[in-house]
């Protein structure tokens, strides 16, 4: 017996997924992912926002399976902040683009864009320095 027939089979591609068009370089941006060790992220906002540090505000950015995190590490900053920080979420849609590499040379490079949601909380001091 032979297999039925299928689809017909699509050039194999390396699809290399890209970064957003533009994210901002702010020393207070947290950009949380899901490779990094979420203590180290956790700790890494902690020492933004000690007293003393001079920064009285941060954002903590998550997009895509992130969204989560950044709302865990939101919360927990807020529970050891003894009431000293507020927080402001949004939410948002943002466009990513993905470039399918064909192994071959004889075929072009496709680009395909798809959107995955993102969430953007703003962790501020609210007391005294």
């Known amino acids: 017996m032979s297999d039925p027939p299928g689809p017909p089979s699509e050039p194999e591609c390396a699809l290399r997924r890209r970064l957003?068009?533009?994210?901002?370089?702010?020393r207070t941006d947290i950009y949380v992912n899901m490779k990094t060790d979420f203590k180290a992220q956790l700790s890494r906002c902690q020492k933004l926002l000690a007293p003393g540090s001079g920064v009285r505000e941060i954002c903590v950015h998550g997009?895509?399976?992130?969204?989560?995190?950044?709302?865990?590490?939101?919360?927990?900053?807020?529970?050891?902040?003894?009431?000293?920080?507020?927080?402001?979420?949004?939410?948002?849609?943002?466009?990513l683009a993905d470039a399918a590499e064909p192994q071959t040379d004889t075929d072009?490079?496709?680009?395909?864009?798809?959107?995955?949601?993102?969430?953007?909380?703003?962790?501020?001091?609210?007391?005294?320095?």
Not at 20 to 26: G, S
């Open 63 to 95: 997009l895509g399976l992130a969204i989560n995190r950044a709302i865990n590490i939101a919360l927990q900053l807020e529970a050891t902040g003894a009431g000293a920080l507020r927080l402001d979420a949004q939410t948002s849609t943002v466009e």
């Open 20 to 26: 957003p068009r533009r994210l901002p370089r702010r």
């Open 108 to 129: 072009e490079a496709a680009l395909r864009t798809r959107n995955n949601s993102a969430i953007h909380i703003r962790v501020c001091r609210v007391g005294p320095e």
